[in-house]
Nanobody, 124 residues
Framework: QVTLVESGGGSVQAGGSLRLSCVAVRYIAGSYCMGWFRQAPGKEREGVADVDSDGLTTYADSVNGRFTISKDNAKNILYLQMNSLTPEDTGMYYC??????????????????WGQGTQVTVSS
């Protein structure tokens, strides 16, 4: 069982930055994908960024160029550096992981392990 614990959320003004962290208490052996997802009130969950075990990353168009996903394999920590934040980035951010052999990381519905979420609030 993989346990994911997020931290780093908070309240910032537009244009500010935050860095989210996700500690994997246990890690997935072999190939995997890890990702960040978010859900704003009244909206569906959306994928923000993901990274596979080879380090390949993908980003949602809405965050490309502003957010950076990275991982520290030695510490089993996934990060999301968020810059130039806008009120549209407000939401609960979740870290997720899944064992995965495909060439591209899957959609959120295929992820097996989820953290409890960390709130990000961006004010204008």
């Amino acid at each position: 069982q993989v346990t994911l614990v997020e931290s780093g959320g908070g309240s910032v003004q537009a244009g500010g930055s935050l860095r989210l962290s996700c500690v994997a208490v246990r890690y997935i052996a072999g190939s995997y994908c890890m990702g960040w997802f978010r859900q704003a009130p009244g909206k569906e969950r959306e994928g923000v960024a993901d990274v596979d075990s080879d380090g390949l990353t993908t980003y949602a168009d809405s965050v490309n160029g502003r957010f950076t996903i990275s991982k520290d394999n030695a510490k089993n920590i996934l990060y999301l550096q968020m810059n130039s934040l806008t009120p549209e980035d407000t939401g609960m951010y979740y870290c997720a992981a899944v064992g995965w052999l495909g060439s591209d990381c899957p959609p959120g519905s295929d992820y097996k392990y989820w953290g409890q979420g960390t709130q990000v609030t961006v004010s204008s």
